[in-house]
């Protein structure tokens, strides 16, 4: 498996805080499957604002660490960029901020709300031909009461990624609900970890993709985490299925309630 979305680069931001940190996380992701991890560092006011070519550095010194530990993880350059106006021109300006340097562009919104200017920065990275890919749409306060807003945006064009945690209720059983709708609707099309410790928010995505291989098949749910985040390190276009339509509740769904 390829986990897309880890902050595994240590004393860069909230993620691993040291070299040890950043081998333990190595270390239970490769115990659990996975082969390739794409650091992405938090970037963005109040947090790292440096340029993907330094991303470059810091990740081949780990590389180099790992490698010389015997801990055989791949370590690709990303970056997690918190949606802001000032993100199109930078980018353009540093295209090494994408995941691996490929078109594809992983962004986050605030938590409690999608901001009134997030469609026209996504759309004008479309124009720049940047593909978002929105981070863990499902803790979004708006996106979780209205997956409505997130099919908007994957219908132009726009990518999503559930975080393994959020199948697995990690952040609650309100989220785990709303993470398993947007798999369900193919709202969400890659299941990454997000991880920031071996700990608390583990690098693990065995369990959270056999949990979406019982809502939507083994096929798709492992083509989250292997072939569509392959796709996405080799710069590739995507074809995805459409979006599904909200499934209606019988009214005997509401008395069982
Ligand atoms: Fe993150």
């Known amino acids: 498996m390829i986990d897309l979305h880890c902050h595994i680069l240590p004393g860069i931001d909230d993620g691993a805080a040291s070299l040890d940190d950043s081998l333990a996380i190595a270390r239970l992701a490769l115990q659990d499957g996975v082969r390739r991890v794409v650091a992405t560092p938090h970037w963005g006011e109040g947090t790292f604002t440096g340029t993907g070519a330094e991303i470059q550095e810091r990740v081949q010194a780990l590389q180099g660490e790992l490698l010389g530990r015997g801990v055989e993880m791949e370590i690709l350059a990303g970056a997690e960029l918190f949606l802001s106006p000032e993100v199109p021109a930078r980018c353009a300006e ?5 995941l691996n340097g490929s078109r594809y562009l992983l962004v986050e919104f605030p938590l409690q709300m999608v901001p009134p200017y997030a469609e026209q920065i996504l759309f004008e990275l479309r124009l720049r031909g940047i593909v978002p890919v929105i981070a863990h749409p499902e803790r979004n306060a708006e996106i979780a009461s209205n997956p ?9 064009g726009v990518l999503a990624q559930v975080t393994a945690g959020s199948l697995e209720g990690t952040f609650g059983f309100h989220i785990r609900r709303v993470a398993e709708t947007l798999v369900k609707r193919q709202l969400v099309q890659i299941i990454a970890s997000d991880a920031h410790s071996a700990h608390d928010r583990p690098p693990l995505l065995g369990n959270a993709v056999q949990r979406a291989a019982q809502l939507v098949g083994d096929e798709a749910a492992h083509a989250m985490a292997t072939t569509v985040p392959e796709a996405i390190l080799r710069d590739e276009e995507i074809e995805l299925p459409p979006p599904q339509p909200p499934q209606r509740r019988s009214w005997f769904s509401f008395l069982r309630r």
């Open 94 to 98: 540093d295209p090494l901020l994408t």
């Open 148 to 156: 409505e807003l997130l099919r908007k945006l994957v219908d132009r």
